[in-house]
């Protein structure tokens, strides 16, 4: 008998997790497909980074499963999750401030025995110009806007089947979200990865998300296509 299910790169299920004897995360579901862009939104302190650490292993979850290309890993270290395909750039980007731009570029690969080759690299440099330019320079002497674009470039090196960004626009100045917007399309045209993304800016989510779910007290209370998220939605649950 042939399924009927959409193919999904990543499914989560009934994600539960406690930090300190409280509940954050109650009973999170939800799948991506492959190369789109699912955009998790939802208002502060809801659990989207907190769904994201648990993803990549930075927190065990309390029960629930995450099945990735069609492993199961809720158990799998942070690091054999990374080598899986899984890229991740937290929030606030941790960027080494004193090393230089291209130590930070590579330091993934060198992590997990990854050589890129020309073409990888000229294609990051495509995509965030500004980061061949500054290769000599110190992380910290970045402006907030071109740490992230290198964040980003630094997971793109490493491969991803899944590229995981949190808040990548947040503090940055617009034509840098511009930039990071334009680097997010060329991604899904190329159509080798999906990207998880997790925003509050909701103009930078209905332009490039195919799907979305939104997150409301720990669990999942809207979710679709990006088409569905009506007016109504937003401002039940992300108007602040």
Not at 81 to 89: E, K, N, S
Not at 101 to 124: C, M, S, W, Y
């Amino acid at each position: 008998m042939t399924s009927t299910l959409a193919p999904t790169s990543l499914s989560i299920t009934d994600l539960r997790l406690s930090i300190g004897g409280s509940a954050i995360l109650r009973g999170v579901t939800l799948a991506i497909r492959p190369n789109t862009v699912f955009c998790l939104m939802g208002r502060n302190g809801v659990g989207k980074s907190t769904t994201l650490k648990a993803l990549m292993g930075l927190l065990p979850a309390d029960s629930g499963s995450i099945d990735f290309n069609g492993a199961r890993i809720e158990k799998t270290p942070t690091a054999v999750r990374a080598r899986m395909g899984l890229g991740y750039v937290p929030q606030g980007r941790e960027i080494f401030p004193h090393l230089t731009v291209h130590e930070n570029l590579f330091i993934g690969t060198r992590a997990q025995g990854i050589k890129p080759d020309a073409a990888e690299i000229d294609r990051v440099y495509t995509l965030f110009p500004i980061i061949k330019e500054f290769l000599k320079r110190k992380g910290g002497m970045l402006s907030g806007g071109q740490q992230q674009q290198l964040a980003i470039a630094r997971s793109l090196l490493t491969r991803p089947k899944l590229l995981i960004l949190d808040e990548p626009t947040e503090g940055i100045q617009p034509n840098i979200i511009d930039q990071i917007g334009e680097a997010i399309r060329m991604l899904r045209a190329e159509g080798n990865m999906s990207i998880l993304l997790v925003e509050q800016y909701l103009d930078f989510c209905k332009e490039l998300g195919d799907d979305f779910a939104i997150l409301e007290r720990g669990a999942v209370a809207a979710s679709g296509e990006m088409s569905a998220l009506t007016d109504d939605i937003v401002k039940e649950f992300l108007t602040v």
